[in-house]
């Protein structure tokens, strides 16, 4: 059963950092692209960003230049690296795979930016 489970979350002020990880188990996880979503209250959940099998890797304009994403395959682990986080960067944050025509989450992770 593939399981990913998320870690990481917390509350931080506006201007900080936090970093979430990810850890994937029962699939082949260096075969596959590994994506960070978010959704926030009231909103739909978004892409936030994707890191290949290859390590090719996009991410969102509203995160760019502010959050990393990254993975260890030896760990079966994903990270999300996130600086200068801004009080509209709260939402429950996902990690997901898609595995043939399955897409599988975690079960998410809080992370709240208020002063």
């Known amino acids: 059963q593939v399981q990913l489970v998320e870690s990481g979350g917390g509350l931080v002020q506006p201007g900080g950092s936090l970093r979430v990880s990810c850890v994937g188990s029962?699939?082949?996880?260096?075969?596959?692209?590994m994506s960070w979503y978010r959704q926030a209250p009231g909103k739909e959940r978004e892409l936030v960003a994707v890191?290949?099998?290859?390590?090719?890797?996009s991410y969102a304009d509203s995160v760019k230049g502010r959050f990393t994403i990254s993975r260890d395959n030896d760990r079966n682990t994903v990270y999300l690296q996130m600086n200068s986080l801004k009080p509209e960067d709260t939402a429950v944050y996902y990690c997901?795979?898609?595995?043939?025509?399955?897409?599988?989450w975690g079960q998410g992770t809080q992370v709240t930016v208020s002063s």
């Open positions: 890191v290949s099998g290859t390590f090719d890797i």
């Open positions: 997901s795979t898609l595995i043939g025509s399955v897409r599988y």
């Open positions: 029962a699939f082949t996880f260096r075969r596959y692209a």
